[in-house]
Antibody, heavy 121, light 111 residues
Framework: QVQLVESGGGVVQPGRSLRLSCAASGFTFSTYAMHWVRQAPGKGLEWVAVLAYDGSNKNYADSVKGRFTISRDNSENTLYLQMNSLRADDTAVYYC??????????????WGQGTTVTVSS | DIVMTQSPLSLPVTPGEPASISCTSSQSLLHSNGNNYLHWYLQKPGQSPQLLIYLGSNRASGVPDRFSGSGSGTDFTLKITRVEAEDVGVYYCMEALQSYTFGQGSKLEIK
């Protein structure tokens, strides 16, 4: 079945780095844009980043621009989020999500279960 | 930046009764291709979000037909014809025209 499984979350000190992974299965990963969306404790959803199906186009929320990098390995059906210079307000559950279209913008129709990132000293 | 505003933020509903959530965008979400880049999601308690409606009015796969989306430009509405207990959760609209911006969320609860 169609599935996204995130991993790599944990507790990290402010200023340090963390890399999240999202393993996809059950669909042709290389033909869809992919997103990261986060949710701080008790808060709403915040979109983080998107990467087009072939890696040609990416975009970031202002809150993470210059610190986070989204990437993908279509040969391994895996999406990544490299998070550098982490801050306390990056603490959240991070969801990986599939777009309905290759370039994006058509709706996020498959979501992972999320991985928790806690930034704390 | 586009600002998405939802109302109401809290929605107590009796089972079997209708419900409606409004989403207003600070800029038009109507593209020259005729699509409104507005999507609706539901996050049930303890679960990941799920897509309900895409491009303003299209039900996602597996979504019951009691859910419908309407609107164009800057004003959109999600309607549930007859609320069921399983519909509880937080509903989010999201623009996907300029970037991707979620509304604050509207929490539906059963009376």
């Amino acid at each position: 079945q169609v599935q996204l499984v995130e991993s790599g979350g944990g507790v990290v000190q402010p200023g340090r780095s963390l890399r999240l992974s999202c393993a996809a299965s059950g669909f042709t990963f290389s033909t869809y844009a992919m997103h990261w969306v986060r949710q701080a404790p008790g808060k709403g959803l915040e979109w983080v980043a998107v990467l087009a199906y072939d890696g040609s186009n990416k975009n970031y929320a202002d809150s993470v621009k210059g610190r986070f990098t989204i990437s993908r390995d279509n040969s391994e059906n895996t999406l990544y989020l490299q998070m550098n210079s982490l801050r306390a307000d990056d603490t959240a559950v991070y969801y990986c999500a599939k777009d309905r279209a290759a370039p994006g913008r058509r709706g996020l129709d498959v979501w992972g279960q999320g991985t928790t990132v806690t930034v704390s000293s | 930046d586009i600002v998405m505003t939802q109302s109401p933020l809290s929605l107590p509903v009796t089972p079997g009764e209708p419900a409606s959530i409004s989403c207003t965008s600070s800029q038009s979400l109507l593209h020259s291709n005729g699509n409104n880049y507005l999507h609706w999601y539901l996050q049930k308690p303890g679960q990941s979000p799920q897509l309900l409606i895409y491009l303003g009015s299209n039900r996602a796969s597996g979504v019951p037909d009691r859910f419908s989306g309407s609107g164009s430009g800057t004003d959109f509405t999600l309607k549930i014809t007859r609320v069921e207990a399983e519909d509880v959760g937080v509903y989010y609209c999201m623009e996907a025209l300029q970037s991707y911006t979620f509304g604050q969320g509207s929490k539906l609860e059963i009376k």
